[in-house]
């Protein structure tokens, strides 16, 4: 199913990042993963960040969600500046608006399927049940499984179940299909899609794969740290029309 991207200038923003730049030691050498980077991140919006690996993909999306500050430059979640936040308040910021997808799975091996969506569901002010979520994903006949009796797209499905059931405002996505075969990875995308699409969530996903740029609203590539391109698709792919 296609949808047409939305015109910017209706749409809310989310994130506001100025001048963003984040340096790293390496003994006496200085590292800059980020140069100078602003961007704006629109509600409901489907974004899609492209690069190479040491890009500064990974570390841009670990900015927004809270896990890191930038060393110079601002970033804004709403009405709130996360570059001025102390621990206490990121740590709050992430339970309360963000979902985070990784290319692994960090799904605890002891726990059901339906255990693991609910280390989240527990700590969340107005959840989804674990097996609502589960259902969303299209494993609400996996609920009693363990991780083992899981194939790796279904453990991916789980930890987006886990990432949504708290009903986030924002979706972050790190190369959330990178461990696994086409197939596979096109039903993992399919559900990313239909959480943007159905649910409203605002979604950033990240990917060193340049055929996933079709599925965005917009998409923009990051080299060396910086913005080299930006781009808007007037319709957004459907899954079936995506391979790699």
Known sequence: MQRQAAP??????????RDVSKMYQMGEVEVHALRSVSLDLYAGELLVILGASGSGKST?????????????????YRDRDLSQADEDDLT???????GFVFQFYNLIPSLTAAENVALVTDISSDPMAANEALELVGLLDRVDHFPAQLSGGEQQRVA????????????????????????????????????NREIGTTTALITHNAAIAALGDRVIRLSSGEISSEHTNEERASIEEIRW
């Open 60 to 76: 841009f999306l670990n900015i927004l969600g809270g896990l890191d500050l930038p060393t110079t430059g601002s970033v804004r």
């Open 160 to 195: 987006i179940a886990r990432a949504v059931a708290k009903r986030p405002d924002v979706l972050l996505c790190d190369e959330p299909t990178g461990a696994l075969d086409l197939e596979t990875g096109r039903l993992v995308l399919r559900v990313i899609d239909k959480v």
């Open 92 to 98: 709050l910021y992430r339970r309360e608006n963000v």
């Open 8 to 17: 910017e200038a209706s749409r809310d923003i989310v994130f506001r990042a």
